[in-house]
């Protein structure tokens, strides 16, 4: 569903939505996004009266209740929430639906239906208006971490599993024991990585959770490393998969598997992971657009890749970056529209990217204090999302059509912002580093060295890294930390790279002068523009005044321009 059309006269409800930049009201309205005190649900385990951390939470699909939210949590209960409604009056109910986890759930289409995957390996039909079990699926011999239901289809759906395993199922299938079902066609180590003698590698090493929970941390031993963590529909007969560490996202092809082979199949077509590390990763999430020709895949390398599922080109179209996803519980949603996209991270924020857009900076959305894992946005209001976290809380985040919101401010504990990361770095192409270990791109700054770790954690967050800077560059680092803000961190407008989003138009690096001039207001222009690089052989043209200098010039230019920036920073330091 598309954003009515009075929002074009930028109104929503009485709300006056304007835009700092021209022509884009929506990344404006993005900002009103808040979350009340009322709004706030926190998640407890009924028995012993402590709180647990929510795992999954999806929108209904179901005709006249896109309201109604599902959320299950790590004891296996479900819980019903009317996201219309605040406080305890938004609580519908709630059931045991599991004996362990629960790691996935999806709604059916047209009916109040909800399929659930667990930890207890078996996946449960719910009828949720009188809680009571439809049909119960068994056959994996893991932990379920995905399931999907096929678009318009309420009757088969595709379940993924730690045990490398993909299974299709049919509701209606006549291999019925009372209400347990069998799969009608099995796709086996679908996702296990191979060695370069094509031999299964024995084993892969996974990294542990941060929240300490001792079931989270039980659940990455074992088969981790031919897991299957995300499967989907994408057209009729076509699955989408994608495993914890092969680093491909594999379709599949239901028409061309044999049942009855032996032989283990062979995906119809897959796209291989494009990063930049030197090891395989895997996907923590894959969602598609409503036409199904984007695939959204986020990665545990930090980034969020665009893959055309028309063309099937092996590149991504463009990517997204500025969070962090260390697990693969962090997911990822697309707006009603499918303008924005919104995903959890591992550093208590939730992010959101404009997808026609994926240069510029994206919003965040702060209050949660631990992980953001599962995320989802409603299907027909555009002014309702909910993020799950592990400090045992979910929240409910809304558009403010409030008029007298100042009234309300105490209320708010969480809000949206646009990240300032995104400000001052240059997002480049994930191909554009040349050495497999090298993190980092012509003109961005290496975070290996602690040096530079500091500055670059001034440069996104001034006010609380400065007292760090301080106290932890002493005077033998002065001369390291001013010559490399002003060389090693000064990139030269010509040497920009683009997104790697067709012929949109590449984003300019800023300097750290830029960014100086800019927060301290020293008078000069902060759109100063930079000069080329040059080659000691050949003259420079100045852009800014149209005439030719010559590299002895453009020498004594720079050196100036760095002794003004080494007395800047100095004033802002006055300890090292």
Request: contains cysteine.
């Amino acid at each position: 569903m598309n954003i009515p059309g009075f929002l074009g006269r930028r109104q929503l409800s009485g709300l006056e939505v304007t835009s700092r930049r021209r022509g884009s009201p929506w990344r404006s309205l993005l900002e009103q996004f808040l979350c009340y005190a009322e709004d706030e649900h926190f998640v407890e385990n009924n028995e012993l009266g402590v709180d647990i951390p929510p795992f999954v939470c999806e929108f209904s699909r179901a005709p006249h209740s896109h309201h109604i939210l599902a959320v299950a949590d790590e004891d296996g209960f479900i819980k019903l929430i009317d996201t219309n409604k605040t406080a305890s009056s938004a609580f519908i109910k709630e059931w045991p639906a599991h004996s362990n986890a629960v790691f996935d759930v999806a709604w059916s289409e047209n009916e109040p239906k909800l399929l659930t995957a667990s930890g207890d390996q078996t996946s449960v039909l719910w009828d949720t208006v009188q809680c009571r079990v439809i049909s119960r699926f068994t056959g994996h011999q893991s932990s379920i971490k995905s399931v999907n239901f096929r678009r318009q289809d309420a009757s088969v759906f595709v379940s993924g599993s730690r045990d490398g395993n993909i299974m299709l199922w049919d509701t209606r299938s006549k291999t019925r024991s009372a209400v347990s079902v069998s799969p009608c066609l099995v796709i086996a180590n679908a996702h296990v990585p191979t060695s370069s003698t094509g031999a299964p590698k024995s084993a892969l090493v996974g990294r542990r959770r941060g929240c300490g929970m001792k079931r989270r941390s039980s659940l990455i031993q074992g088969d981790y490393h031919k897991s299957v963590t995300c499967t989907l529909f994408q057209r009729h007969n076509i699955i989408v998969s994608a495993g914890a560490s092969d680093g491909f996202i594999k379709l599949w092809d239901i028409r061309k598997i044999n049942p009855t082979s032996k032989k283990e199949p062979v995906c119809w077509e897959s796209f291989p992971y494009t990063g930049t590390s030197q090891r395989q990763h895997g996907y923590s999430s894959l969602v598609f657009d409503s036409t199904q020709s984007r695939l959204f895949a986020s990665c545990t390398d930090d980034v969020v890749y665009v893959y055309n599922c028309t063309n099937f080109n092996k590149e991504p179209m463009c990517f997204f970056q500025g969070h962090m996803n260390s697990t693969f519980y962090v997911r990822s949603a697309l707006s009603p529209d499918d303008r924005f996209l919104l995903s959890g991270s591992s550093d208590s924020k939730a992010y959101i990217w404009d997808i026609n857009a994926p240069h510029a900076p994206p919003f965040t959305l702060t209050g949660h204090t631990k992980e953001v894992t599962s995320v989802t946005w409603s299907r027909e209001d555009f002014t309702q999302l909910v993020t799950c976290s592990d400090d045992n809380t979910f929240r409910v985040w809304r558009i403010d059509r409030n008029l007298e919101r100042e009234s309300r401010d105490h209320q708010i504990v969480g809000k949206c912002q646009i990240s300032e990361f995104h400000d001052i770095m240059r997002v480049t192409s994930p191909n554009s580093v040349s050495s497999p270990g090298n993190v980092t791109s012509p003109g961005c700054m290496s975070t290996k060295s602690p040096v530079n770790t500091l500055i670059l954690k001034f440069m996104t967050r001034p006010s609380t890294y400065k007292q760090k800077i301080d106290e932890s560059i002493d005077n033998e680092d002065k001369e390291n930390v001013l010559s490399g803000i002003s060389e090693r961190y000064q990139s030269p407008e010509s040497g920009h790279e683009s997104v790697g989003c067709g012929n949109r138009k590449p984003l300019k690096a800023l300097t750290i002068s830029h960014f100086l001039q800019r927060r301290h207001k020293t008078g000069k222009s902060r759109h100063r523009k930079q000069r080329s690089s040059y080659s000691p052989s050949s003259p420079v043209r100045d852009e800014d005044e149209g005439h030719v200098t010559s590299p002895e010039a453009e020498a004594r230019s720079s050196q100036d321009s760095k002794s003004q920036m080494k007395k800047t920073i100095l004033d802002y330091f006055p300890h090292i």
